[in-house]
């Protein structure tokens, strides 16, 4: 009989990992190439030019333009694409049988817009927290109840 191997992402909007549990008693173990980090930049860091000026009928106004999308939001969402996409490819090639999703909340709601149909088919739980500061080894308490770890 095949084991079911559960993945457990850990995610916010600038770094990502994923753990392994195939079974009762076998813990958490890292999925070797399967962890992402983007440096967590600020608006300021990304948008370097002052806004433009907009015309008003009389001229030119004095407020600027502010840009339509937060800047560190769209990269962000972005680099929760890049995950999700990776996690797609993964399901189709028989990687992970379940998934369980630890997130900050802005990226757990970018994620769940951004997974395919089959990676949310495979999805058991998910956990409104940002645990990716946390140890390995710490997190097994925070899966008590969802996986057998």
Same mark, same amino acid.
């Given at each position: 009989?095949? @084991? $079911?191997?559960?993945?457990?992402?850990? /995610?916010?909007?600038?770094?990502? =990992?994923?753990?392994?549990? $195939? !079974?009762? !008693? @076998?813990?958490?173990?890292?999925?070797?190439?399967?962890?992402?980090?983007?440096?967590?930049?600020? /608006?300021?860091?990304?948008?370097?030019?002052?806004?433009?000026?907009?015309?008003?009928?009389?001229? *030119?106004?004095?407020?600027?333009? +502010?840009? =339509? $999308?937060?800047?560190? +939001?769209?990269? +962000?969402?972005? *680099?929760? @694409?890049?995950?999700?996409?990776?996690?797609?490819?993964?399901?189709?090639?028989?990687? *992970?049988?379940?998934?369980?999703?630890? &997130?900050?909340?802005?990226?757990? !709601?970018?994620? =769940?817009?951004?997974?395919?149909?089959?990676?949310?088919?495979?999805?058991?739980? +998910?956990?409104? @927290?940002?645990? $990716?500061?946390?140890?390995?080894?710490?997190?097994?308490?925070? *899966?008590?109840?969802?996986? &057998?770890?």
């Amino acid at each position: 009989m095949k @084991k $079911t191997v559960t993945w457990v992402l850990i /995610a916010n909007g600038a770094q990502a =990992r994923v753990l392994e549990n $195939t !079974g009762p !008693g @076998k813990g958490l173990k890292p999925v070797e190439g399967m962890d992402w980090a983007i440096e967590p930049l600020q /608006a300021q860091d990304i948008v370097s030019d002052r806004p433009g000026a907009h015309r008003t009928p009389s001229g *030119f106004g004095r407020g600027g333009m +502010e840009p =339509r $999308t937060d800047p560190v +939001e769209h990269r +962000e969402a972005e *680099f929760v @694409k890049t995950v999700a996409n990776e996690l797609d490819h993964q399901i189709q090639n028989g990687a *992970f049988d379940r998934l369980v999703i630890a &997130a900050a909340p802005i990226a757990l !709601g970018d994620l =769940r817009k951004s997974i395919s149909p089959a990676v949310k088919k495979a999805i058991i739980a +998910e956990l409104n @927290k940002d645990l $990716t500061n946390l140890p390995s080894a710490q997190l097994d308490k925070h *899966f008590d109840g969802i996986l &057998a770890a």
